[in-house]
């Protein structure tokens, strides 16, 4: 994904809002503690620095960023479960589902999808899952 002016966030505290609305002190915030951020996020914030008046903290190391995909160019993923593009998403979802309120079932691993490549979650404990894969 690439991040514009306009490109609307799609998580976070500022989820909904065009990039150009979020505040100044955010923006800094994104740079200075990063683990939570999306590299292309970053990549945007430090192009549009000096544009945006927003001072690049010092401990900033370059970003070593995978080529850009366009969405026409993407391969679909052909499951019907929810998938994940990578592991780091799919444990990422994980996390928020187990800290969510509710008695629902949860799911409680990842897994990357032999059918389509992506990632999965599920509540099958794996050795549930190696059983029934060896009947």
Same mark, same amino acid.
């Given at each position: 994904m ?6 609307? +966030?799609?998580?976070?505290?500022y989820?909904?809002f ?24 970053? /990549?945007?914030?430090?192009?549009n620095?000096?544009r945006?008046? &927003?001072?690049?903290? %010092?401990?900033?190391? @370059?970003? #070593?960023? =995978? #080529?850009?995909? =366009? =969405?026409? *160019? +993407? %391969?679909?993923? &052909? ?7 990578? *592991?780091k ?5 994980? #996390?928020?589902?187990r800290?969510? *309120?509710?008695?629902n ?6 897994? /990357?999808? =032999? *059918?389509? $490549?992506?990632?999965?979650?599920? $509540? +099958?404990? &794996?050795? &549930?899952? @190696?059983? /029934?894969? /060896? #009947?």
């Open positions: 690439k991040y514009s002016d306009d490109t609307i +966030m799609p998580y976070g505290g989820r909904g065009p990039v150009k609305n979020l505040p100044k002190k955010y923006l800094y915030n994104v740079l200075k503690d990063k683990k939570n951020a999306r590299p292309e996020f970053i /990549e945007y914030i430090i192009e620095a000096q945006l008046g &927003i001072k690049i903290p %010092v401990d900033v190391p @370059k970003l #070593k960023l =995978p #080529k850009y995909v =366009p =969405p026409e *160019e +993407m %391969v679909q993923f &052909i499951c019907d479960k929810k998938t994940f593009a990578t *592991e998403d799919a444990r990422r979802s994980l #996390k928020t589902i800290n969510a *309120e509710g008695d079932k949860k799911p409680i691993r990842v897994y /990357e999808c =032999p *059918e389509c $490549s992506g990632w999965h979650l599920t $509540s +099958m404990d &794996i050795e &549930i899952f @190696k059983n /029934e894969v /060896e #009947k």
